[in-house]
């Protein structure tokens, strides 16, 4: 079975930081492009960011500079580092994989292979 699971979510004060993990297994992950994406009340999934297989990197301009993605495959672990958070980046994280040959921050919400979520509050 796939599965992805995160964990690190919360509440925190505007201007912290969280780090969000995801565990993953029961899928090819060296083939897949990984990453976050986020859904806040009334508003449309956001991408945030996506790792390919060669480890290229891209970031939604709205998180551009305060959000870094890392996967270590040795630990089968896709991590977001959130800094300088502010409230509207509030809402539920999911991490997500899938096959893509563009692998983009925009392209993450559409993958079917996701985990159950993890809420972040930022007040």
């Known amino acids: 079975d796939v599965q992805l699971v995160e964990s690190g979510g919360g509440s925190v004060q505007a201007r912290g930081s969280l780090r969000l993990s995801c565990e993953f297994s029961g899928y090819t992950y060296s083939s897949a492009c990984m990453g976050w994406f986020r859904q806040a009340p009334g508003k449309e999934r956001e991408g945030i960011a996506a790792?390919?297989?060669?480890?290229?990197?891209t970031i939604a301009n709205s998180v551009k500079g305060r959000f870094s993605i890392a996967k270590d495959t040795n630990k089968n672990r896709l991590d977001l580092q959130m800094d300088s958070l502010n409230p509207e980046d509030t809402g539920v994280y999911y991490c997500?994989?899938?096959?893509?040959?563009?692998?983009?921050?925009?392209?993450?919400?559409?993958?079917?292979?996701r985990g159950q979520g993890t809420q972040v509050t930022v007040s």
């Open positions: 997500a994989a899938g096959v893509l040959t563009m692998c983009t921050a925009f392209a993450i919400p559409s993958f079917a292979n």
């Open positions: 790792i390919d297989t060669r480890g290229r990197i």
